[in-house]
């Protein structure tokens, strides 16, 4: 009876899980979403404690209470400008703890009550651990780099074969401890995991600020690979079920954010930011600025306008001043919609949980094959903190790194308005075409400060 009734509540909480990740899809549903799969999660976690045989009850009492009022703690108090690091730290947790669980498996001597594990089952451990441990020390890498605490890129002459020959001696650690039966050495699992957080850093090290989106999602999806894989070794179905659709939805996220940069996975892990090779265009023209108080005129006597949100906003935490600005545009007959960028910001969906936040309306936001054919019939579109997804070289300049990237173009509308804070590139350090051309004017200085220029003007009127 007791069995039945925990298989059903493990089942009970990986539909909880499913749901909760459907209803994510949404912006509408999303937070509807996130509290569904933490009522599974709870769910999943009250009936461990029902499992025959279960020791150390009080040890896990209060990690779970330090470790829950730590991220109850930290889940307040984070800005949002601050999430992407925040979403990168807690995929690699989930790494970790994938890791952790393997590596007790396998120190057990790779045996339970003197029967020794399948293969099939302690080929499962270690392949979670090595993904578990890499999402890890990935994660903390992206985590870093995020934060500033990490601001070069580490590249240099052979690093690919350095990695290749760390991925090789990973893969043959693993092999020989999946083959290994009973006859367990733990030095050698040391070595596999020292092996296998070194070849994250070193996989991450490499990678550009532009292409943390895509790495971010890909370390959920292994984090979630990780945990489906110990739920096998376990044999717990809540596990299996979760960390599967977990991969499964980072793993398409991870690919349709590739394609949003037109750019192979490969590319992004392996290459610099972009494939071109040849020297870029020479810029023609100059930059041409306008106070925040003109730039404001234009919209207000326009007819539409495409606002168009990037990292500079996340940063300048100017998404409440531009929805207040918004009201005020429309209150005067001005048809305002927003436009995102797959790619915007540090993580997938970061413009989208900003503009949430600030009470933006979800049908005036457009991703980007929706609102692109509406450019040229815009009288003005600003651009707010985004640089690299909306720069013309991406089709327009064949040596361009970031050629054949798919961008909003945003240089078709009649005039463009660029909210700024200096004259500097991108984050990946190539310069904007936008900035140059004979329909763009440059609004220098803080995001926030800026617009509420604009809306005390606009009062105005």
């Not at 596999?192 to 943390?212: H, Q, S, W």
């Amino acid at each position: 009876m007791l069995d039945t009734l925990i298989q059903f509540s493990y089942f009970a909480a990986a539909v909880l899980f499913i749901w909760g990740l459907k209803q994510m899809s949404s912006p509408k549903t999303a937070r509807r979403g996130i509290v569904w799969a933490g009522i599974g999660m709870v769910v999943a976690t009250l009936v461990t404690f029902l499992l025959p045989g279960l020791h150390n009850i009080a040890l896990i009492v209060v990690a779970i209470l330090l470790s829950g009022a730590l991220a109850w703690w930290t889940g307040k108090r984070v800005a949002m400008t601050d999430m992407p690091q925040m979403i990168a730290l807690y995929n690699g947790m989930g790494g970790g703890a994938a890791a952790a669980i393997a590596a007790l498996e396998l120190v057990r001597l790779v045996t339970r009550d003197g029967e020794q594990l399948d293969l099939q089952v302690q080929s499962l451990a270690v392949a979670g651990a090595l993904i578990g441990a890499v999402a890890f020390s990935g994660s903390a890498i992206a985590f870093a780099k995020l934060q500033g605490l990490i601001k070069k890129t580490l590249r240099f002459p052979g690093l690919q074969l350095v990695n290749g020959l760390l991925f090789l001696a990973l893969v043959g650690l693993g092999v020989m401890i999946a083959l290994s039966g009973n006859a367990f050495d733990p030095r050698l699992l040391i070595a596999f995991f020292a092996v296998g957080l070194l070849f994250g850093i070193m996989m991450t090290l490499p990678i550009g600020g532009a292409d943390m989106p895509v790495v971010i999602s890909l370390y959920n999806a292994f984090t979630g690979l990780a945990v489906g894989f110990e739920g096998f070794v376990l044999g717990n179905p809540a596990m299996m079920i979760a960390g599967i659709v977990v991969g499964a939805a980072g793993t398409l996220l991870t690919q349709l954010m590739a394609k949003a940069m037109n750019r192979p996975l490969t590319n992004v892990l392996f290459s610099n930011f972009g494939g071109g090779g040849g020297a870029q265009a020479e810029v023609e023209g100059t930059m041409k600025s306008v106070e925040p108080s003109d730039a404001a005129v234009m919209m207000a006597y326009a007819d539409k306008v495409i606002i168009v949100p990037g990292y500079g906003m996340a940063v300048a935490q100017a998404q409440h001043k531009v929805w207040e600005m918004t009201e005020l545009l429309m209150e005067r007959g001005v048809t305002v919609k927003f436009a995102i960028h797959p790619v915007a910001g540090r993580m997938p969906g970061h413009m989208n949980v900003l503009l949430a936040e600030a009470g933006v309306p979800y049908d005036l936001i457009f991703d980007l094959d929706e609102i692109n054919p509406e450019f040229p019939t815009t009288d003005v579109a600003l651009v707010i903190g985004a640089n690299d997804v909306v720069n013309p070289a991406a089709r327009e300049d064949p040596n361009s790194p970031i050629y054949g990237m798919p961008i909003l173009d945003v240089d078709k509308a009649k005039n463009v308005l660029v909210v700024k804070r200096g004259q500097g590139a991108g984050f990946s350090g190539i310069q904007n075409l936008l900035f140059f051309r004979d329909n763009t004017r440059m609004v220098y200085g803080d995001a926030q400060k800026v617009v509420s220029e604009m809306i005390a003007t606009i009062k105005t009127l």
